[in-house]
Protein backbone atom coordinates (compact mmCIF):
# COMPACT_ATOMS: atom_id res chain seq x y z
CA UNK A 1 0.00 0.00 0.00
CA UNK A 2 2.81 2.54 0.86
CA UNK A 3 4.46 1.52 -2.69
CA UNK A 4 1.34 2.37 -4.30
CA UNK A 5 0.70 5.95 -2.65
CA UNK A 6 3.77 7.14 -3.01
CA UNK A 7 3.63 5.89 -6.85
CA UNK A 8 0.11 7.66 -7.22
CA UNK A 9 1.19 10.85 -5.46
CA UNK A 10 4.83 11.18 -7.79
CA UNK A 11 2.47 10.58 -11.21
CA UNK A 12 -0.74 12.25 -10.54
CA UNK A 13 -1.53 11.74 -14.32
CA UNK A 14 -0.27 8.77 -14.89
CA UNK A 15 -2.92 7.93 -11.91
CA UNK A 16 -5.99 9.72 -13.59
CA UNK A 17 -5.21 7.91 -16.92
CA UNK A 18 -5.72 4.97 -15.17
CA UNK A 19 -8.58 6.14 -13.54
CA UNK A 20 -9.89 7.24 -16.13
CA UNK A 21 -9.82 4.26 -18.25
CA UNK A 22 -11.41 1.96 -15.31
CA UNK A 23 -13.90 4.11 -15.68
CA UNK A 24 -14.65 4.45 -19.22
CA UNK A 25 -14.65 0.15 -19.01
CA UNK A 26 -17.25 0.13 -16.06
CA UNK A 27 -19.35 2.89 -18.14
CA UNK A 28 -20.00 0.83 -20.88
CA UNK A 29 -22.36 -1.34 -18.52
CA UNK A 30 -25.82 -1.19 -20.30
CA UNK A 31 -28.52 0.76 -18.90
CA UNK A 32 -26.54 2.43 -15.28
CA UNK A 33 -23.29 3.04 -17.16
CA UNK A 34 -23.33 6.61 -16.96
CA UNK A 35 -23.70 6.54 -13.43
CA UNK A 36 -21.19 4.14 -12.38
CA UNK A 37 -18.57 6.44 -15.03
CA UNK A 38 -19.56 9.23 -12.55
CA UNK A 39 -19.17 6.96 -9.27
CA UNK A 40 -15.43 5.24 -9.96
CA UNK A 41 -14.30 8.79 -10.66
CA UNK A 42 -15.06 10.06 -7.56
CA UNK A 43 -14.09 7.33 -5.67
CA UNK A 44 -10.79 7.83 -7.64
CA UNK A 45 -10.89 11.21 -6.38
CA UNK A 46 -11.60 10.69 -2.64
CA UNK A 47 -9.34 8.08 -2.58
CA UNK A 48 -6.37 10.20 -3.17
CA UNK A 49 -7.37 11.47 0.42
CA UNK A 50 -6.30 8.62 2.78
CA UNK A 51 -3.34 7.84 0.22
CA UNK A 52 -2.25 11.62 0.88
CA UNK A 53 -2.40 11.63 4.50
CA UNK A 54 -1.11 8.17 4.71
CA UNK A 55 2.34 9.66 3.37
CA UNK A 56 1.82 12.44 5.32
CA UNK A 57 1.91 10.41 8.28
CA UNK A 58 4.77 9.65 10.63
CA UNK A 59 6.20 5.96 10.27
CA UNK A 60 4.00 4.01 12.75
CA UNK A 61 5.37 1.50 15.22
CA UNK A 62 3.88 -1.22 16.97
CA UNK A 63 3.07 -0.55 20.21
CA UNK A 64 5.99 -1.87 22.82
CA UNK A 65 8.76 -1.30 19.99
CA UNK A 66 9.73 1.96 21.25
CA UNK A 67 11.36 2.92 24.60
CA UNK A 68 12.31 6.64 24.41
CA UNK A 69 15.11 7.91 26.80
CA UNK A 70 14.23 10.56 28.69
CA UNK A 71 15.95 13.28 30.61
CA UNK A 72 15.52 15.95 33.16
CA UNK A 73 16.89 19.20 33.64
CA UNK A 74 18.61 17.58 36.63
CA UNK A 75 20.11 14.20 34.90
CA UNK A 76 22.65 14.10 32.36
CA UNK A 77 22.34 12.16 29.51
CA UNK A 78 24.11 9.04 29.56
CA UNK A 79 26.71 8.62 26.67
CA UNK A 80 25.41 6.60 24.10
CA UNK A 81 27.09 4.18 21.92
CA UNK A 82 27.96 5.51 18.05
CA UNK A 83 26.99 4.68 15.18
CA UNK A 84 27.98 3.47 12.30
CA UNK A 85 28.75 6.61 9.75
CA UNK A 86 30.28 7.91 6.77
CA UNK A 87 32.88 10.12 7.52
CA UNK A 88 32.25 13.74 7.87
CA UNK A 89 35.24 16.19 8.02
CA UNK A 90 33.10 18.81 9.56
CA UNK A 91 31.64 16.38 12.70
CA UNK A 92 33.13 17.70 15.34
CA UNK A 93 32.00 15.23 17.66
CA UNK A 94 28.44 15.35 19.56
CA UNK A 95 27.53 12.10 21.06
CA UNK A 96 25.74 10.08 18.04
CA UNK A 97 21.92 9.91 18.98
CA UNK A 98 20.00 7.08 20.63
CA UNK A 99 17.75 4.78 18.31
CA UNK A 100 15.19 5.33 20.84
CA UNK A 101 15.00 9.07 21.10
CA UNK A 102 12.15 10.82 19.79
CA UNK A 103 12.00 11.38 15.63
CA UNK A 104 10.32 14.19 13.97
CA UNK A 105 9.31 13.95 10.13
CA UNK A 106 11.62 15.49 7.63
CA UNK A 107 9.92 18.16 5.71
CA UNK A 108 10.72 19.52 2.04
CA UNK A 109 11.48 15.98 0.41
CA UNK A 110 9.29 16.28 -2.98
CA UNK A 111 11.87 19.41 -3.63
CA UNK A 112 14.77 17.26 -3.56
CA UNK A 113 16.11 13.68 -5.41
CA UNK A 114 15.43 11.43 -2.40
CA UNK A 115 16.94 8.71 -1.67
CA UNK A 116 16.68 5.82 -4.07
CA UNK A 117 16.21 2.63 -3.10
CA UNK A 118 16.90 2.99 0.23
CA UNK A 119 14.62 1.87 2.94
CA UNK A 120 15.20 1.20 6.88
CA UNK A 121 17.16 3.03 9.36
CA UNK A 122 20.47 4.93 7.32
CA UNK A 123 23.43 7.32 9.32
CA UNK A 124 22.58 10.91 8.33
CA UNK A 125 24.04 14.18 9.49
CA UNK A 126 22.14 17.26 10.45
CA UNK A 127 23.53 20.57 8.81
CA UNK A 128 23.38 23.89 10.02
CA UNK A 129 22.28 26.08 7.22
CA UNK A 130 22.18 29.76 8.81
CA UNK A 131 22.36 31.42 5.54
CA UNK A 132 19.25 30.34 4.05
CA UNK A 133 17.20 32.19 2.52
CA UNK A 134 14.03 31.11 3.70
CA UNK A 135 14.70 30.42 7.39
CA UNK A 136 17.88 31.75 9.50
CA UNK A 137 17.22 28.39 12.01
CA UNK A 138 17.40 26.14 8.87
CA UNK A 139 18.66 22.71 9.36
CA UNK A 140 19.29 20.32 6.39
CA UNK A 141 18.80 16.45 6.55
CA UNK A 142 21.89 15.04 4.39
CA UNK A 143 22.14 11.15 3.40
CA UNK A 144 26.08 10.89 2.17
CA UNK A 145 26.16 13.83 0.06
CA UNK A 146 22.98 14.08 -0.97
CA UNK A 147 20.49 16.51 0.77
CA UNK A 148 16.79 15.07 1.45
CA UNK A 149 14.95 17.74 3.06
CA UNK A 150 15.17 19.83 6.06
CA UNK A 151 14.01 19.58 10.14
CA UNK A 152 10.38 21.05 10.36
CA UNK A 153 10.46 24.97 10.92
CA UNK A 154 8.89 24.46 14.77
CA UNK A 155 12.01 21.73 15.87
CA UNK A 156 14.58 24.14 14.32
CA UNK A 157 13.60 26.75 16.41
CA UNK A 158 15.03 25.03 18.99
CA UNK A 159 17.83 22.74 17.50
CA UNK A 160 19.66 25.65 15.36
CA UNK A 161 20.12 27.60 18.21
CA UNK A 162 21.53 24.90 20.19
CA UNK A 163 24.45 23.88 17.59
CA UNK A 164 25.45 27.60 17.14
CA UNK A 165 25.83 27.64 21.06
CA UNK A 166 27.91 24.49 20.78
CA UNK A 167 29.72 25.76 17.47
CA UNK A 168 28.27 22.49 15.82
CA UNK A 169 28.11 22.72 11.57
CA UNK A 170 26.91 18.87 11.49
CA UNK A 171 25.55 16.47 13.22
CA UNK A 172 25.48 13.09 12.53
CA UNK A 173 22.22 10.39 13.44
CA UNK A 174 19.66 8.33 12.24
CA UNK A 175 16.53 8.22 10.07
CA UNK A 176 14.04 5.92 8.72
CA UNK A 177 13.47 6.09 5.57
CA UNK A 178 10.10 4.29 3.92
CA UNK A 179 9.11 4.87 0.45
CA UNK A 180 8.86 9.12 -0.35
CA UNK A 181 8.76 9.87 3.80
CA UNK A 182 11.62 9.83 6.52
CA UNK A 183 11.80 10.46 10.16
CA UNK A 184 15.14 11.84 11.80
CA UNK A 185 16.22 11.71 15.29
CA UNK A 186 17.09 14.48 16.79
CA UNK A 187 19.57 13.92 19.68
CA UNK A 188 18.32 14.56 23.21
CA UNK A 189 22.14 15.52 24.56
CA UNK A 190 22.23 18.41 22.08
CA UNK A 191 18.66 20.02 23.81
CA UNK A 192 20.14 19.90 27.13
CA UNK A 193 22.70 23.20 26.73
CA UNK A 194 18.76 25.07 26.72
CA UNK A 195 17.38 23.14 30.07
CA UNK A 196 16.93 26.25 32.57
CA UNK A 197 20.04 26.52 35.44
CA UNK A 198 18.42 25.01 38.47
CA UNK A 199 18.87 28.55 40.52
CA UNK A 200 16.70 30.14 38.02
CA UNK A 201 14.31 27.44 38.91
CA UNK A 202 14.10 28.27 42.68
CA UNK A 203 13.45 31.67 41.91
CA UNK A 204 10.69 33.56 43.76
CA UNK A 205 7.63 33.32 42.02
CA UNK A 206 6.30 36.45 40.57
CA UNK A 207 2.63 36.30 40.19
CA UNK A 208 1.36 38.88 37.59
CA UNK A 209 -0.87 41.86 37.98
CA UNK A 210 -2.97 41.79 35.56
CA UNK A 211 -5.10 38.78 34.38
CA UNK A 212 -3.15 35.79 32.12
CA UNK A 213 -5.60 35.96 29.02
CA UNK A 214 -3.16 35.74 25.51
CA UNK A 215 -2.72 32.00 25.00
CA UNK A 216 0.34 30.64 22.98
CA UNK A 217 1.61 27.14 22.41
CA UNK A 218 4.97 26.45 23.28
CA UNK A 219 7.25 23.91 20.98
CA UNK A 220 9.55 21.00 22.26
CA UNK A 221 7.06 18.69 23.89
CA UNK A 222 8.01 15.60 22.22
CA UNK A 223 11.98 16.28 23.83
CA UNK A 224 10.34 16.66 27.07
CA UNK A 225 7.83 13.59 27.14
CA UNK A 226 9.30 12.17 30.34
CA UNK A 227 8.72 15.10 31.90
CA UNK A 228 4.89 15.67 31.09
CA UNK A 229 4.33 12.28 31.83
CA UNK A 230 5.70 12.76 35.15
CA UNK A 231 3.44 15.81 35.65
CA UNK A 232 0.41 14.28 35.01
CA UNK A 233 0.92 11.22 37.05
CA UNK A 234 1.63 13.71 39.98
CA UNK A 235 -1.71 15.26 39.07
CA UNK A 236 -3.40 11.79 39.46
CA UNK A 237 -4.02 11.86 35.71
CA UNK A 238 -3.32 8.64 34.08
CA UNK A 239 -2.76 8.46 30.14
CA UNK A 240 -4.36 7.05 28.08
CA UNK A 241 -5.21 6.60 23.70
CA UNK A 242 -8.03 8.91 24.05
CA UNK A 243 -5.93 11.63 25.44
CA UNK A 244 -6.64 13.72 28.73
CA UNK A 245 -5.85 17.46 29.54
CA UNK A 246 -5.19 19.50 33.10
CA UNK A 247 -6.11 23.31 32.89
CA UNK A 248 -4.85 26.31 35.15
CA UNK A 249 -2.01 24.65 36.12
CA UNK A 250 0.62 27.09 37.78
CA UNK A 251 3.82 27.44 35.14
CA UNK A 252 6.84 29.72 35.58
CA UNK A 253 8.68 30.86 33.22
CA UNK A 254 12.57 31.41 33.55
CA UNK A 255 15.33 32.04 30.79
CA UNK A 256 16.64 29.08 28.98
CA UNK A 257 20.40 28.41 28.44
CA UNK A 258 20.66 32.30 26.63
CA UNK A 259 18.34 31.29 24.01
CA UNK A 260 15.86 33.95 23.18
CA UNK A 261 12.74 31.67 23.90
CA UNK A 262 11.47 30.92 27.80
CA UNK A 263 11.80 27.85 29.02
CA UNK A 264 8.40 26.63 30.29
CA UNK A 265 8.43 24.78 33.86
CA UNK A 266 5.50 23.09 35.58
CA UNK A 267 5.83 21.57 38.86
CA UNK A 268 9.61 21.39 38.41
CA UNK A 269 9.44 19.66 34.87
CA UNK A 270 10.88 21.61 31.93
CA UNK A 271 8.35 20.92 29.51
CA UNK A 272 9.14 23.29 26.41
CA UNK A 273 10.13 26.52 25.39
CA UNK A 274 8.13 29.48 24.33
CA UNK A 275 9.24 30.16 21.16
CA UNK A 276 6.09 32.01 19.20
CA UNK A 277 7.35 35.25 17.51
CA UNK A 278 4.32 37.25 18.99
CA UNK A 279 5.67 36.12 22.46
CA UNK A 280 9.13 37.14 21.80
CA UNK A 281 8.91 40.36 23.97
CA UNK A 282 8.01 38.20 26.82
CA UNK A 283 12.11 36.80 26.84
CA UNK A 284 13.25 40.56 27.83
CA UNK A 285 10.98 40.89 30.47
CA UNK A 286 12.14 37.03 31.82
CA UNK A 287 15.36 38.07 31.32
CA UNK A 288 15.20 41.24 33.61
CA UNK A 289 13.23 39.23 36.32
CA UNK A 290 15.98 36.62 36.52
CA UNK A 291 18.37 39.00 37.05
CA UNK A 292 16.19 40.27 40.29
CA UNK A 293 15.57 36.63 41.40
CA UNK A 294 12.31 36.39 40.45
CA UNK A 295 10.58 33.98 37.66
CA UNK A 296 6.91 35.00 36.11
CA UNK A 297 4.51 32.66 37.39
CA UNK A 298 1.26 31.66 34.31
CA UNK A 299 -1.24 29.50 33.33
CA UNK A 300 -0.69 26.48 31.48
CA UNK A 301 -3.02 23.81 30.04
CA UNK A 302 -1.39 20.45 29.16
CA UNK A 303 -2.69 18.11 26.65
CA UNK A 304 -1.36 14.58 26.58
CA UNK A 305 -2.16 10.79 25.20
CA UNK A 306 -0.64 7.67 24.63
CA UNK A 307 0.57 6.60 20.96
CA UNK A 308 1.48 3.25 20.43
CA UNK A 309 3.60 3.44 23.47
CA UNK A 310 5.23 7.11 23.13
CA UNK A 311 3.39 10.12 24.81
CA UNK A 312 2.36 12.49 22.61
CA UNK A 313 1.32 16.04 24.44
CA UNK A 314 0.39 19.55 23.65
CA UNK A 315 0.96 22.17 25.96
CA UNK A 316 -0.58 26.42 25.46
CA UNK A 317 0.73 28.89 28.15
CA UNK A 318 -1.61 31.90 29.12
CA UNK A 319 0.29 35.27 29.55
CA UNK A 320 -0.77 38.27 30.91
CA UNK A 321 -0.36 41.61 28.64
CA UNK A 322 3.41 42.87 29.03
CA UNK A 323 1.97 46.11 30.93
CA UNK A 324 0.12 44.03 33.12
CA UNK A 325 3.13 41.96 34.40
CA UNK A 326 4.01 43.93 37.18
CA UNK A 327 2.27 45.86 39.96
CA UNK A 328 0.93 49.51 39.05
CA UNK A 329 2.62 50.57 42.64
CA UNK A 330 5.37 49.21 45.28
CA UNK A 331 4.12 46.16 47.44
CA UNK A 332 4.22 45.59 51.17
CA UNK A 333 7.34 44.95 52.42
CA UNK A 334 8.18 41.63 53.89
CA UNK A 335 6.28 39.00 53.59
CA UNK A 336 2.78 39.05 51.65
CA UNK A 337 0.12 36.99 50.09
CA UNK A 338 -1.47 38.41 46.97
CA UNK A 339 -5.36 37.51 46.71
CA UNK A 340 -6.69 35.95 43.55
CA UNK A 341 -9.16 38.15 41.68
CA UNK A 342 -12.86 37.46 42.60
CA UNK A 343 -15.88 39.45 43.46
CA UNK A 344 -16.04 42.91 42.97
CA UNK A 345 -16.08 44.50 46.69
CA UNK A 346 -17.19 48.35 47.58
CA UNK A 347 -14.99 49.93 49.54
CA UNK A 348 -17.26 52.97 51.78
CA UNK A 349 -15.81 55.60 54.02
CA UNK A 350 -13.52 56.64 51.11
CA UNK A 351 -15.48 60.51 50.96
CA UNK A 352 -13.37 61.37 54.53
CA UNK A 353 -10.45 60.86 52.42
CA UNK A 354 -10.90 62.07 49.26
CA UNK A 355 -7.36 64.01 48.74
CA UNK A 356 -5.54 60.74 49.42
CA UNK A 357 -7.86 58.91 46.92
CA UNK A 358 -7.76 61.56 44.02
CA UNK A 359 -3.96 61.65 44.50
CA UNK A 360 -3.96 57.71 43.40
CA UNK A 361 -5.87 59.02 39.93
CA UNK A 362 -2.75 60.74 38.55
CA UNK A 363 -4.81 62.84 36.68
CA UNK A 364 -6.80 59.66 35.11
CA UNK A 365 -10.64 58.79 35.71
CA UNK A 366 -9.47 55.61 36.85
CA UNK A 367 -6.35 53.60 38.15
CA UNK A 368 -5.22 50.54 39.10
CA UNK A 369 -4.07 50.49 42.48
CA UNK A 370 -2.68 47.92 45.22
CA UNK A 371 -4.49 48.03 48.69
CA UNK A 372 -3.98 45.95 51.45
CA UNK A 373 -6.65 44.71 54.01
CA UNK A 374 -6.11 45.24 58.12
CA UNK A 375 -7.92 44.22 60.92
CA UNK A 376 -9.41 47.48 63.26
CA UNK A 377 -10.84 47.48 66.60
CA UNK A 378 -13.62 49.56 66.94
CA UNK A 379 -16.06 50.44 69.93
CA UNK A 380 -16.97 47.08 72.63
CA UNK A 381 -14.46 45.03 71.09
CA UNK A 382 -16.14 44.86 67.65
CA UNK A 383 -13.70 44.42 64.21
CA UNK A 384 -13.75 45.53 61.07
CA UNK A 385 -11.36 45.30 57.54
CA UNK A 386 -9.26 49.04 57.26
CA UNK A 387 -8.39 49.24 53.52
CA UNK A 388 -5.24 51.46 52.70
CA UNK A 389 -3.33 51.99 49.74
CA UNK A 390 0.43 52.37 49.89
CA UNK A 391 0.39 52.60 53.99
CA UNK A 392 -2.54 55.72 53.86
CA UNK A 393 -5.88 54.68 54.99
CA UNK A 394 -8.57 55.32 52.38
CA UNK A 395 -11.52 53.86 53.61
CA UNK A 396 -13.03 50.14 55.14
CA UNK A 397 -15.31 47.73 53.98
CA UNK A 398 -19.24 47.31 55.58
CA UNK A 399 -19.41 45.07 58.58
CA UNK A 400 -20.99 42.66 56.63
CA UNK A 401 -18.41 42.19 54.15
CA UNK A 402 -15.90 42.74 56.63
CA UNK A 403 -17.00 39.13 58.01
CA UNK A 404 -15.56 37.38 54.94
CA UNK A 405 -12.11 38.97 55.31
CA UNK A 406 -11.22 38.69 58.73
CA UNK A 407 -11.14 35.01 59.25
CA UNK A 408 -8.05 35.02 56.89
CA UNK A 409 -6.56 38.49 57.54
CA UNK A 410 -6.61 37.21 61.09
CA UNK A 411 -4.61 34.26 60.12
CA UNK A 412 -2.31 36.26 58.15
CA UNK A 413 -1.38 38.65 60.77
CA UNK A 414 -0.73 35.34 63.25
CA UNK A 415 1.70 34.57 60.72
CA UNK A 416 3.62 37.93 60.08
CA UNK A 417 2.17 37.84 56.68
CA UNK A 418 0.29 41.41 54.84
CA UNK A 419 -2.63 40.71 52.54
CA UNK A 420 -2.60 42.56 49.75
CA UNK A 421 -5.40 42.67 47.12
CA UNK A 422 -6.51 44.44 43.26
CA UNK A 423 -8.32 47.40 43.24
CA UNK A 424 -9.48 50.35 41.30
CA UNK A 425 -9.63 53.99 41.80
CA UNK A 426 -12.66 55.54 39.79
CA UNK A 427 -13.16 59.17 39.64
CA UNK A 428 -12.39 62.71 39.95
CA UNK A 429 -11.19 65.90 42.61
CA UNK A 430 -14.69 65.94 43.77
CA UNK A 431 -15.79 62.79 44.41
CA UNK A 432 -13.78 59.34 43.65
CA UNK A 433 -14.67 55.71 44.51
CA UNK A 434 -12.66 52.65 45.20
CA UNK A 435 -13.80 49.15 44.17
CA UNK A 436 -11.38 46.05 44.98
CA UNK A 437 -11.31 42.92 42.86
CA UNK A 438 -10.77 39.92 45.20
CA UNK A 439 -11.69 36.29 45.89
CA UNK A 440 -13.10 35.99 49.81
CA UNK A 441 -11.88 33.78 52.06
CA UNK A 442 -14.70 31.40 51.76
CA UNK A 443 -13.78 31.28 48.22
CA UNK A 444 -9.95 30.00 48.84
CA UNK A 445 -9.39 27.02 48.65
CA UNK A 446 -7.24 24.73 51.15
CA UNK A 447 -4.68 24.27 48.75
CA UNK A 448 -3.95 28.16 48.00
CA UNK A 449 -3.98 28.56 51.76
CA UNK A 450 -1.00 26.12 52.46
CA UNK A 451 1.12 27.35 49.62
CA UNK A 452 0.91 31.30 50.31
CA UNK A 453 -0.03 31.14 53.90
CA UNK A 454 1.74 28.73 55.47
CA UNK A 455 4.35 28.85 53.53
CA UNK A 456 4.69 32.47 52.82
CA UNK A 457 8.50 33.82 53.75
CA UNK A 458 10.43 36.65 53.02
CA UNK A 459 12.22 34.26 50.82
CA UNK A 460 8.93 33.31 49.11
CA UNK A 461 7.44 36.46 48.27
CA UNK A 462 8.37 39.27 45.80
CA UNK A 463 9.79 42.22 47.49
CA UNK A 464 8.55 45.50 46.06
CA UNK A 465 9.93 49.24 47.13
CA UNK A 466 9.79 49.60 50.78
CA UNK A 467 6.69 51.04 52.50
CA UNK A 468 6.17 51.02 56.49
CA UNK A 469 1.97 50.80 57.41
CA UNK A 470 1.40 53.75 59.50
CA UNK A 471 -0.14 51.86 62.57
CA UNK A 472 0.05 48.47 63.81
CA UNK A 473 -1.87 45.64 61.75
CA UNK A 474 -4.43 45.60 64.47
CA UNK A 475 -5.38 49.09 65.76
CA UNK A 476 -8.05 51.41 66.77
CA UNK A 477 -9.75 54.04 65.11
CA UNK A 478 -12.96 56.31 65.84
CA UNK A 479 -13.02 57.85 63.12
CA UNK A 480 -14.02 54.93 61.30
CA UNK A 481 -17.68 54.59 62.17
CA UNK A 482 -20.43 57.14 62.10
CA UNK A 483 -23.13 56.63 64.41
CA UNK A 484 -25.48 55.23 61.28
CA UNK A 485 -22.83 52.64 61.08
CA UNK A 486 -22.69 51.73 64.91
CA UNK A 487 -26.23 51.42 65.07
CA UNK A 488 -26.28 49.15 61.67
CA UNK A 489 -23.74 47.32 63.51
CA UNK A 490 -24.76 46.85 66.88
CA UNK A 491 -28.34 45.86 65.48
CA UNK A 492 -26.73 43.11 63.27
CA UNK A 493 -24.29 41.94 66.24
CA UNK A 494 -27.48 41.57 68.72
Known amino acids: MDRFAAWAMRHPWWYWFAAIMVSILIGNVPGIGPLLFIAALFAAGMWRVPLRRRLQNPVARPAGQ ?6 TTQQQPPAPAPVASHSDPMDVGLPSALPDEPT ?36 AVTLGTRKIGHVPRERAVLAAPAMDQANLKTIQTVATLDDYRAEVVLPAALFMS ?6 AVAFAPLVPW ?30 GVEGTSVKDVPAHLVPSGGLRAPAVVVAGEWVGNLTDPQAANYATVVAELAQRGL ?6 NVWARIDYGTVRANVKVKL ?29 GEERYLNEVAALLNGNNEHPVVATLHVASIAKGKERIEVRVYGDV ?20 EEGISVACHALVKGNQIKADIVLDTAKAGDLSDGWISEHVYRATDADCVAGPDFSPPAPAVVVREDMWTEEDLGEFVERES
Not at 66 to 71: N, S, T
Open 194 to 199: LAPAGD
Open 66 to 71: IQPQYF
Open 394 to 413: IGQLTPYMSENFLPLVKLCD
Open 104 to 139: VPVVGVQHYSGWGNRRGRHTVTLVREPRNEYDPNAI
Open 210 to 239: GRCINTFEIEGEADHRGEIARLMASRGVTL
Open 295 to 300: KLEVQA
Open 320 to 348: PSLSEIEAPGPMPSGAYVLLPRGSVVQVT
